[in-house]
């Protein structure tokens, strides 16, 4: 009677022991760091950076003004709700920054960066120094503008600049 007991025992405790040991190992490993999605955008004063993680916690940013600007944070891919994962974005920009004008602020869909050019100069022909560009990176269409748009107010509703619109009436005033 004793040793069946004991067997029970033993078999239970081999039993915890195996479904504790995966559980252990997993726990103690390192989360691993993804990637995020982003999109980008830029003026001839700043780059826009949109990064597709939602309800964002544990942020930290670092803008440098030699150009690099990290990111990390925890939370959610763009298109899911199912598991959190820990995200990290590491960038080294292909020209100087403004960090003390440089700003990010977290929202519930996504994580906005408006990064001040070092010199308010013409567009740069990409976003990073390395010319390999990175899986995760895709243009912001909705926040693009042509470059010579830039600057100009410009009237969307005849698609040319204000300064270039000059009304029909105005002409027959000169006559």
């Not at 960038?91 to 403004?98: A, C, H, S, T």
């Not at 976003?127 to 390999?132: D, S």
């Not at 270039?164 to 105005?170: R, Y």
Request: charge should be negative; glycine fraction near 4%.
């Amino acid at each position: 009677h004793m040793l069946r007991g004991s067997a029970g025992t033993w078999r239970a405790l081999c039993l915890w022991v195996f479904c504790l040991i995966p559980f252990l190992e997993s726990s103690s490993q390192e989360v691993e760091q993804i990637a995020p999605e982003f999109r980008w955008a830029q003026r001839k004063d700043r780059i826009f950076l949109t990064i597709d993680v939602q309800s964002c916690t544990q942020e930290r940013f670092q803008i440098e003004d030699d150009g690099h600007f990290s990111f990390s944070g925890q939370g959610f891919p763009h298109d899911a709700r199912t598991q959190s994962h820990s995200y990290t974005l590491d960038l080294v920009m292909l020209k100087p920054l403004n960090s003390t004008n440089s700003t990010c602020s977290v929202g519930p869909r996504d994580v906005q960066c408006t990064l001040e050019k070092k010199v308010r100069e013409k567009y740069w022909k990409r976003l990073l120094q390395t010319k390999k560009k990175p899986a995760t990176m895709t243009i912001d269409w909705s926040k693009w503008l042509d470059e010579e748009k830039d600057g100009v107010r410009w009237n969307e509703q005849a698609d040319r600049p204000w300064e270039w619109w000059k009304h029909q009436d105005d002409e027959d005033e000169d006559d």
